[in-house]
């Protein structure tokens, strides 16, 4: 059974540090999915990794792969309020859906 | 706009009641997803479809029940027998195995 755990599970944090989030799972796979959730919202779709070593980034925000240690990792670089949400990684392995991680709930505070 | 609709945005459900949740997607994908969400918690899948007339059990289908007879709608019918409904339901699709899902807005479902 694939687990995926994450954490921390809940971070404050001060506008303009850095911070990473970490995403660890039990089963061999190469794709893995970050997602954001607004309070009462929907999911939104972050970053797609597809492959060992992947990094990509969009704006404050890097996500990267390592599949041999099965760990993903999200950074925040100098963060700012409006990054204040509850971030999921999500794997999935052959035709199944996705198993999600529990989430961390980031608040950032001025 | 393509997208996913999900309908209704707020549901209750009496006690014995069964009701369904829809979900229309006009992305022409192929694989369609059903999640729940508690509080606090990540998603669980209930069930998936990767193509037409044919859908799996995810990891909490029990008290669950769904039909894909169009690519299009993927219907989850909560049944009398889910004992424990009130959650937050995500419908997702994606063109296959190892592509991104895209996520409608979510039916809130309550007890009566």
């Known amino acids: 059974e694939l687990k995926v755990e994450q954490n921390p599970l809940f971070l404050s944090m001060q506008e303009g540090k850095n911070y990473t989030i970490y995403c660890n799972y039990s089963?061999?796979?190469?794709?893995l999915y970050w997602y954001r959730q607004d309070p009462g919202k929907s999911l939104e779709s972050l970053f797609v990794l597809l492959s060992n070593g992947a990094v990509k980034q969009e704006g404050r925000l890097m996500a990267s792969l390592d599949t041999k240690a099965r760990l993903s990792t999200l950074h925040i670089t100098a963060a700012v309020h409006d990054l204040s949400a509850t971030y999921f990684c999500a794997v999935d392995i052959e035709v199944d859906g996705l198993t999600f991680g529990k989430g961390t709930h980031l608040i950032i505070q001025p | 706009d393509g997208g996913i609709t999900q309908s209704p945005k707020y549901l209750f459900r009496k006690e014995g009641q069964n009701v369904t949740l829809s979900c229309e997607q006009n992305l022409n994908h192929d694989a369609m997803y059903w999640y729940r969400q508690d509080p606090g918690q990540g998603l669980r899948l209930i069930y998936y479809?990767?193509?037409?007339?044919d859908f799996q059990k995810g990891d909490i289908a029990e008290g669950y029940s769904v039909s894909r007879e169009k690519k299009e709608s993927f219907p989850l019918t909560v049944t009398s027998a889910q004992k424990n409904p009130t959650a937050f339901y995500l419908c997702?699709?994606?063109w296959g195995a190892g592509q991104p899902q895209h996520f409608g807005d979510g039916t809130r479902l309550s007890i009566l």
């Open positions: 479809s990767q193509i037409v007339n």
């Open positions: 089963t061999t796979s190469d794709r």
């Open positions: 997702a699709s994606s």
